[in-house]
């Protein structure tokens, strides 16, 4: 079995929109298992709660008694899992056998929303965090930095650690922490104040983690690594960047998109007469903490992408009190979805050339660490010379290294892969399953699993209809379709998975 250090039980719960992360020592007790799981959720120790674990075949199993627990973490020791899934609610069903406020199938697809993950440790409450901008670990000393979110930080004291560093805190939350030597020495040496913008691999220097939480806050303006930079000029100490973007150096020309959450204007450089797609974000879609988590992951995957021939990548960005901005490469030879509506559907060689591109910008992507997660025609760019962007990375998910899953259930509906729509962990093969229903789509001239407005029954339109209709039914290949193209559909498409 796969345990965490000093053979402690991982406790993934699942409670009012947050998975809270925590350890248990076995043996576990009933009693103090409820009363962690209660302190864990920040609820009174007089409230009832439902406790639910999700078993080897995905189905929630009540836990009421000692023996139904022991049952829980046998079944899990012998499965080698490395952690046990739990669902918490409040109160208790009105009868047994019903189901509690609040529960619905729903609830168990391993998240159809982003969920705040929140680590507890110690009486901390850690949450991953995106730096921009280096900042020392409290236990090791070493800066906290690098794509992605590499850090944690408790939402109650502000303490900084690394990720690998969470489980050794051994100072309560709450209580003082004084730095170590060696952080006193690096700070007296090197003000807080004082740090170089845009640079990655020196003249940075932090306070003490933990005390300074300067390191996660969101500069006013940020230059990607594509932008060229005069030397900084140094003040009274502070090194500050001569060089800044702001909307004043564009001219607006004309909206170009719209989505649920921002929209994307066509926008033309001032000084330069270059042509930028400016995507805007209005901040009031995100209040807490994570909901600007796809941001940051979309800012982090933008800048990972700049430079590569098929993939957007980011020019600069910067943000207003009310909006953020990110200035990005125009493709104008619109999506493929425009393209498939006029022509109906590709020739093979066209879907074949367009293909390749797609799965060099994927496999760019995946040897990152990143899996794309929402391929679909609306974000397939063509450029001018008639080459292949990729577009739109709000659903990546980054740091997957080889053998490592995630269990997010998201996705345009009529590309998400069986093993998510299964609750199942996944990889990079969600993105391949993606592409093999693009290439039917280019080759075809319609969806695999084109069932809107298709059956009379309305019941038939619905997502869920959708959802077991990928899960179950057989794809047909067209016939018109040469057998080296029927191949490789079939391959893409393997339900199985790979």
């Known amino acids: 079995m796969v345990m965490e250090e000093d053979t402690d039980i991982k406790l993934k719960t699942r409670f009012l929109g947050q998975v809270l992360v925590l350890y248990a020592r076995p043996p576990l007790q009933i009693d103090k298992f409820f009363s962690l799981l209660k302190e864990a959720c920040q609820q009174p120790s007089s409230h009832p709660i439902t406790v639910k674990w999700i078993d080897e075949d995905g189905d929630p199993v009540s836990i009421d008694s000692q023996r139904e627990l022991d049952e829980a973490v046998r079944i899990l020791q012998q499965s080698g899992d490395a952690e046990l899934n739990i669902h918490v609610f409040l109160g208790q069903p009105a009868l047994p056998g019903l189901p509690c406020e609040g529960e619905d199938r729903n609830v168990y697809r391993r998240g159809a929303r982003r969920w705040k993950k929140i680590y507890l440790f110690n ?30 930080r408790c939402a109650d004291c502000r303490l900084c650690v690394h990720k690998k560093c969470h489980r050794l805190v051994r100072t309560p939350c709450g209580q003082a922490v004084t730095p170590s030597i060696t952080s006193l020495q690096q700070n007296s040496v090197y003000p807080a104040s004082t740090y170089h913008t845009g640079s990655q691999n020196g003249g940075e220097k932090a306070s003490f983690a933990g005390l300074d939480n300067g390191a996660f806050q969101e500069a006013e303006v940020d230059l990607s690594l594509q932008t060229t930079c005069t030397p900084a000029v140094a003040t009274e100490g502070v090194v500050t960047s001569k060089w800044s973007v702001s909307l ?48 940051q992951t979309e ?84 450029d001018a010379e008639g080459h292949v962007k990729l577009t739109d990375y709000g659903m990546c998910k980054e740091n997957i290294g080889p053998g490592d899953v995630t269990s997010t259930f998201c996705g345009t509906p009529n590309y998400i892969a069986p093993e998510i729509l299964r609750g199942e962990d996944y990889g990079f093969s969600v993105d391949w399953w993606a592409l093999g229903v693009l290439m039917y789509e280019m080759m075809a001239g319609r969806s695999p699993f084109d069932i809107v407005g298709a059956a009379g029954d309305p019941d038939q339109n619905t997502e869920d209809y959708l959802f077991q209709i990928i899960l179950e039914k057989q794809i047909r290949i067209p016939r018109s379709l040469s057998v080296k193209a029927a191949s490789v559909l079939k391959q893409f498409l393997n339900k199985v998975g790979f």
């Open 299 to 382: 800012k982090s995957v933008f800048e990972a992408a700049s430079n590569y021939p098929f993939l957007v990548g980011l020019h600069s960005c910067f943000q207003t009190e009310s909006r953020l901005f990110f200035v990005i490469e125009f493709v104008p030879g619109g999506d493929l979805m425009f393209h498939m509506q006029r022509q109906r559907k590709l020739p093979e060689d066209h879907a074949r050339f367009y293909s390749c591109e797609i799965i060099l910008a994927l496999h760019f992507l995946h040897s990152r660490g990143i899996i794309y997660r929402d391929l679909k025609l609306d974000n397939v760019l063509i």
């Open 123 to 152: 009486g901390h409450r850690f949450q991953a965090k995106r730096l921009n901008r280096r900042i020392q670990c409290f236990i090791c000393n070493d800066y906290i930095w690098g794509i992605g979110r590499q850090g944690y």
């Open 248 to 295: 004043s150096d564009f001219r607006l020309l004309t909206v170009i998109g719209r989505g649920s959450y921002a929209k994307v204007v066509q926008a033309e450089h001032i000084k330069t007469k270059e042509i930028y797609a400016i995507k805007i974000i209005k901040k009031q879609m995100f209040n807490e903490d994570e909901d600007i988590d796809w941001v």
